[in-house]
C-alpha cells in the first residue's frame, strides 16, 4: 500500500482548500489521474495521483483543509511511481527580494547585479530594541500589505512573526485600531442590513478565488492614488490583419486574436518606457525597474478572475505569443494553473472586448503600477483625406500608480499604443 501526499505547491502556501474530491474507495486510478481539487488564494487546481492502483483508503472530504506532506489517499497495487516535480521558486536572499506580486498574483522580481536600482533591507530592529524575526515569505505578505512588522507582536518561538499574526494585525487596523491615521472600513453602510425583510432572498458564499480577489482589489484601491487615461486606436488595418491570419490558421492550437498584438506593442513600450515596468519597494522609497517583461492575462472563469503570466513576452512572435494564450486560457479555465503560471508579472492587460463595453477602470495590480484595459471595439465614422470613412475603433484605458507615474508619461504610454495598433508593422 502506498500513499499519495500533497506536493509542495509554492513558496509560503502552507495549507489549501479541498474544493472537491474526485475518487472514492474502490475505484481503479492511472497515473496522472487528478484526485482532488484544491484553491490556494490564487486559483483552483487538481492535484493528480503520483501512482496508479485501487484506492483503498480517502483520507479527505470536501470542504477541509490540507497541507503539503499530508496523505490524500492510499492506494495498492503495483503501480509505477513518478517523481513528484518541485515547482517552488528556489529561495530569495531577503536583501535582493523586491516587493512581491498579488492575484497575479506574481513573485518577487530578481535583482542581479546589473539591476541600477536596489532596495534597502527590510528594517530588523523593532522601535523598542526587539529583533524583528520573520521568514522571506512572511515579510513579503507583509509587504504586500503595506503592514510594517515593527509594529507587529510574534506569537512564534522567540517572538517570530508569522503570517497569521500580521492577518490579525491587519485586522486590527482595519477593526479601528490603527495607529495614527482613520481605520479602513470593512463594511459599506447598509451591507449588514437583513435583506429577507423585504422578500425572499438566498446566500451563496464566495469561493476563495473571489474572497481573496475581493480583498486584493480593496487593497490595492486603498492604497494605491489610481488616475485612468482613456484612448482610442484605429485599427481597421489590424483587424484585416487577424481575419486573414485567422482564415489561413491551420494551428488548431492556435486562437488568432487581437490580443498577441496588444502584447507585443506594450513590451515595446515597456521597452521605451522602463518606469511602466517597475515596482516602488517595500519602503515606498526607491523603484525597482525590471529588466524582463512578463505580461499578465486577466482571464474570465467560473470560479472567478486569475491572472496567468506570459514569461519573456518581448522575446516571443505574434504566433507563440498567440499559442501561449491559448494554452493558459484553457488551464484557467480548466482549473490546471500552478502557481508558477501565475508568478512574476510586471504590467497586466484585461481585455473585455469579446464581452462588450465601451470604457472601464481596472484596478492597478500591485506591485505592478499600470494596467491596460481594453474595450470592445466599433465602426464609427472619421473624417479622412477630405470625407467620413468607416474605420474600426478601438477604446481602451490606462489605469496607473500616480506615486510612479505622471499624467504626462501616461498620455504618451496611450498615444504611442494606439499609433503601433494603428501601424501594426511596426509591431511585427
Same mark, same amino acid.
Given at each position: 500500500?502506498?500513499?499519495?501526499?500533497?506536493?509542495?505547491?509554492?513558496?509560503?502556501?502552507?495549507?489549501?482548500?479541498?474544493?472537491?474530491?474526485?475518487?472514492?474507495?474502490?475505484?481503479?486510478?492511472? &497515473?496522472?489521474?487528478?484526485?482532488?481539487?484544491?484553491?490556494?488564494?490564487?486559483?483552483?487546481?487538481?492535484?493528480?495521483?503520483?501512482? @496508479?492502483?485501487?484506492?483503498?483508503?480517502?483520507?479527505?472530504?470536501?470542504?477541509?483543509?490540507? @497541507? !503539503?506532506?499530508?496523505?490524500?489517499?492510499?492506494?495498492?497495487?503495483?503501480?509505477? =511511481?513518478?517523481?513528484?516535480?518541485?515547482?517552488? !521558486?528556489?529561495?530569495?536572499?531577503?536583501?535582493?527580494?523586491?516587493?512581491?506580486?498579488?492575484?497575479?498574483?506574481?513573485?518577487?522580481?530578481?535583482?542581479?547585479?546589473?539591476?541600477?536600482?536596489?532596495?534597502?533591507?527590510?528594517?530588523?530592529? #523593532?522601535?523598542?530594541?526587539?529583533?524583528?524575526?520573520?521568514?522571506?515569505?512572511?515579510? $513579503? +505578505?507583509?509587504?504586500? &500589505?503595506? /503592514?510594517?512588522?515593527?509594529?507587529?507582536?510574534?506569537?512564534?518561538?522567540?517572538?517570530?512573526?508569522?503570517?497569521?499574526?500580521? =492577518?490579525?494585525?491587519?485586522?486590527?487596523?482595519?477593526?479601528?485600531?490603527?495607529?495614527?491615521?482613520?481605520?479602513?472600513?470593512?463594511?459599506?453602510?447598509? %451591507?449588514?442590513?437583513? +435583506?429577507?425583510?423585504?422578500?425572499?432572498?438566498?446566500?451563496?458564499?464566495?469561493?476563495?478565488?473571489?474572497?481573496?480577489?475581493?480583498?486584493?482589489?480593496? %487593497?490595492?484601491? %486603498?492604497?494605491?492614488?489610481?488616475?485612468? =487615461?482613456?484612448?482610442?486606436?484605429?485599427?481597421?488595418?489590424?483587424?484585416?490583419? $487577424?481575419?486573414?491570419?485567422?482564415?489561413?490558421?491551420?494551428?488548431?492550437?492556435?486562437?488568432? #486574436?487581437?490580443? !498577441?498584438?496588444?502584447?507585443?506593442?506594450?513590451?515595446?513600450?515597456?521597452?521605451?518606457?522602463?518606469?511602466?515596468?517597475? @515596482?516602488?519597494?517595500?519602503?515606498?522609497?526607491?523603484?525597482?525597474?525590471?529588466?524582463?517583461?512578463? *505580461?499578465?492575462?486577466?482571464?474570465?472563469?467560473?470560479?472567478?478572475?486569475?491572472?496567468?503570466?506570459?514569461?519573456?513576452?518581448?522575446?516571443?512572435? *505574434?504566433?507563440?505569443?498567440?499559442?501561449?494564450?491559448?494554452?493558459?486560457?484553457?488551464?484557467?479555465?480548466?482549473?490546471?494553473?500552478?502557481?508558477?503560471?501565475?508568478?512574476?508579472? /510586471?504590467?497586466?492587460?484585461? #481585455?473585455?472586448?469579446?464581452?462588450?463595453?465601451?470604457?472601464?477602470?481596472?484596478?492597478?495590480?500591485?506591485?505592478?503600477?499600470?494596467?491596460?484595459?481594453?474595450?470592445?471595439?466599433?465602426?464609427?465614422?472619421?473624417?479622412?483625406?477630405?470625407?467620413?470613412?468607416?474605420?474600426?475603433?478601438?477604446? +481602451?484605458?490606462? @489605469?496607473?500608480?500616480?506615486?510612479?507615474?505622471?499624467?504626462?508619461?501616461?498620455?504618451? +504610454?496611450?498615444?504611442?499604443?494606439?499609433? &503601433?495598433?494603428?501601424?501594426?508593422?511596426?509591431?511585427?
Amino acid at each position: 500500500m502506498a500513499d499519495i501526499r500533497l506536493p509542495e505547491l509554492g513558496e509560503g502556501i502552507t495549507s489549501v482548500d479541498i474544493s472537491d474530491v474526485l475518487v472514492a474507495q474502490g475505484d481503479v486510478i492511472k &497515473l496522472d489521474d487528478p484526485i482532488i481539487v484544491v484553491e490556494t488564494e490564487k486559483a483552483s487546481m487538481e492535484i493528480p495521483t503520483t501512482e @496508479s492502483g485501487t484506492v483503498e483508503n480517502v483520507q479527505v472530504e470536501k470542504g477541509g483543509t490540507i @497541507s !503539503p506532506g499530508d496523505v490524500i489517499i492510499s492506494i495498492s497495487g503495483d503501480g509505477v =511511481q513518478t517523481e513528484v516535480v518541485d515547482k517552488t !521558486p528556489p529561495p530569495i536572499e531577503e536583501t535582493t527580494d523586491p516587493q512581491n506580486e498579488v492575484k497575479s498574483e506574481t513573485p518577487a522580481p530578481y535583482i542581479t547585479a546589473a539591476t541600477s536600482v536596489e532596495k534597502p533591507p527590510i528594517p530588523t530592529t #523593532s522601535e523598542i530594541g526587539k529583533p524583528v524575526l520573520a521568514s522571506p515569505s512572511v515579510r $513579503r +505578505f507583509a509587504r504586500e &500589505l503595506g /503592514c510594517d512588522l515593527k509594529l507587529v507582536n510574534g506569537s512564534g518561538p522567540k517572538g517570530r512573526i508569522t503570517q497569521e499574526d500580521v =492577518q490579525e494585525y491587519i485586522k486590527y487596523r482595519l477593526a479601528g485600531g490603527a495607529l495614527g491615521g482613520p481605520a479602513l472600513p470593512i463594511i459599506a453602510p447598509g %451591507q449588514d442590513l437583513d +435583506f429577507s425583510k423585504w422578500g425572499e432572498v438566498e446566500i451563496q458564499p464566495l469561493n476563495k478565488i473571489k474572497k481573496i480577489t475581493g480583498k486584493r482589489l480593496q %487593497q490595492a484601491w %486603498q492604497a494605491i492614488p489610481h488616475v485612468t =487615461q482613456f484612448d482610442k486606436a484605429d485599427i481597421t488595418k489590424l483587424d484585416k490583419l $487577424r481575419l486573414h491570419l485567422k482564415k489561413v490558421n491551420k494551428d488548431k492550437s492556435v486562437k488568432v #486574436s487581437l490580443l !498577441p498584438f496588444f502584447i507585443k506593442a506594450v513590451c515595446i513600450l515597456l521597452k521605451e518606457m522602463p518606469q511602466f515596468n517597475s @515596482s516602488l519597494d517595500g519602503s515606498n522609497e526607491n523603484i525597482v525597474l525590471k529588466k524582463y517583461i512578463n *505580461i499578465g492575462i486577466a482571464v474570465d472563469t467560473p470560479n472567478g478572475l486569475v491572472v496567468p503570466v506570459i514569461k519573456n513576452a518581448n522575446e516571443k512572435s *505574434i504566433k507563440e505569443l498567440a499559442r501561449g494564450l491559448t494554452t493558459l486560457s484553457g488551464k484557467a479555465r480548466d482549473k490546471k494553473l500552478l502557481p508558477a503560471d501565475m508568478e512574476g508579472g /510586471c504590467f497586466t492587460i484585461s #481585455s473585455l472586448g469579446g464581452i462588450g463595453g465601451t470604457y472601464f477602470t481596472p484596478i492597478v495590480n500591485p506591485p505592478e503600477v499600470a494596467i491596460l484595459g481594453i474595450s470592445r471595439s466599433a465602426d464609427e465614422p472619421v473624417f479622412m483625406e477630405g470625407k467620413f470613412r468607416k474605420r474600426l475603433i478601438l477604446p +481602451f484605458a490606462l @489605469s496607473y500608480d500616480h506615486r510612479v507615474i505622471d499624467g504626462a508619461d501616461a498620455a504618451r +504610454f496611450t498615444k504611442n499604443f494606439g499609433h &503601433l495598433l494603428s501601424n501594426f508593422e511596426e509591431i511585427t
